[in-house]
């Protein structure tokens, strides 16, 4: 169905977004999941290979099976997520620019993202999803 050029491209352009995932990681403004399942996606059509090495890694699996399973996040975890990401933000709007028009995006995007956020499933338990449930 895809010539080697296209798969190779889908390949990238996982890679690309697998690694953008592993930066969100480590910042708390840059979500990961969104760009882990970016990757999945590119993956499943570029490479089955890659594909199954993401949903099997044991870092990244918790975000992708979590989130395609609908278990959702943990109450815990939301209420650090969103306090991050406001943080990290307000300190972006207050001392990162003078910019209105930046500033305003900057708000829309966490708003956009906190909404995102709440009406994720809060899971009662802090279970990865390769826990068996009790």
Do not use: D
Not at 8 to 23: E, K, W
Not at 38 to 60: I, M, P, Q, T, V
Request: glycine letters at 6%; hydrophobic letters at 50%; aromatic letters at 12%.
């Amino acid at each position: 169905m895809y010539n080697k050029t296209h798969k190779r491209l889908l390949i990238l352009a996982g890679t690309v977004f697998t690694a953008i995932g592993i930066v969100g990681i480590l910042i708390p403004v840059l979500p990961t999941t969104p760009f882990l399942l970016l990757a999945a996606a590119c993956y499943l059509r570029g490479s089955e290979k890659f594909y199954h090495w993401l949903l099997s890694n044991k870092l990244f699996s918790f975000y992708i099976r979590n989130y395609l399973e609908g278990k959702g996040m943990p109450l815990k975890i939301k209420i650090f997520t969103l306090t991050l990401l406001w943080l990290s933000i307000g300190i972006s709007i207050w001392i990162g620019t003078q910019n209105l028009a930046i500033r305003l995006i900057l708000a829309f995007v966490a708003a956009g993202v906190t909404v995102h956020i709440i009406t994720i499933k809060t899971r009662k338990t802090n279970k990865t999803s390769n826990e068996k449930q009790t």
